[in-house]
């Protein structure tokens, strides 16, 4: 009987199979996932640190962000590290693709305006070391509220502060919304580093330069010295244009090894997965997406446990 990873090399092969234009950069990210899935082996991640922090955000919207989210949680969780997903944006996208109900009153929204506590707020999902703090609309006003509050960057760093101490997760991943308004600021001022996913495409880069500037800022104002830019991760890799091509190397000039190996490709499968409220990892386990995202997991991880 053919084993799960050899399965899964098939669906790469498949997919990929004439590509005859496709770059180096793919085929060696294509390379490394056919090695890494062909090997049947069991990855267990121990950490003894504490719980990092890390916020999803990108100020454009449609880059990936809560997709990135989701299904690197998801991974994580997969391979034995306790996640929670803080979802941030009013939009509520990371809540229903964890396939949670939108619900009136559950999202984190009372708790950022100093009622009650967020370990309130925290639902399991169906899968396995992966629970999630849900959003829903009414956290569009936590962006009004809590300009005019007192202490109001530090109000999501204030409510998680209770849950990082106790090392209840290995991981925390904040789905920030697609602006640089109070909520990004907020998550940024208690994040550890900032995953910034970018689509391969043109005015990728326009939007993460002022992300950085933000960042720079809150070192220099002193809200959080030690905020890190974690990586970019480029999204919507389609090898077959050469756009896409041009999009990463010129990415990769700027930003050099701060950017991931693993590029995300453009998928059918990863874009039918959260209308059934599932990762890719659960909704089709053996398709490019699926791989890719498991591959940058281990990449994501590397990182992390290397500034640990």
Sequence with gaps: MQSCASKS????????????????????????????????????YKTCVPTRVIAVANQKGGVGKTTTTVNLAACIADIGRSVLVYDLDPQAN???????????????????????????????????????????????GADFELAR??????????????????????????????????????AFAASHGVLVPLQCEYYALEGISMLNRVMTQLHENGVNPALDLIGVVMTMYDGRTKLSQQVVGEVREHFGDKVFETLIPRSTRIAEAPSFGKPIIHYDKYSTGSAAYELLAQEFLARLDAKA
């Design 149 to 186: 509050a007192e202490n109001h960057l530090r109000r999501v760093a204030d409510s998680l502060q209770p849950i990082t101490a106790g090392s209840a997760y290995d991981l925390v991943l904040i789905d920030c919304p697609p602006s640089l308004g109070v909520l990004t600021l907020n």
């Design 94 to 140: 990371a809540t229903s693709g964890l396939g949670l109900e939108k619900i009136e009153g559950a999202s984190a929204y009372r708790v950022l305006l100093g009622e009650g506590n967020l370990q309130e707020k925290i639902r399991k999902t169906a899968f396995a070391n992966l629970e999630v703090v849900p959003s829903e609309v009414d956290l569009c």
């Design 9 to 44: 090399s098939d669906y790469i092969r498949s997919d990929f199979a004439g590509a005859q234009n496709c770059s180096l950069v793919e085929f060696r990210v294509v390379a490394v996932l056919l090695a890494v899935l062909e090997c049947d082996r069991t990855f267990v």
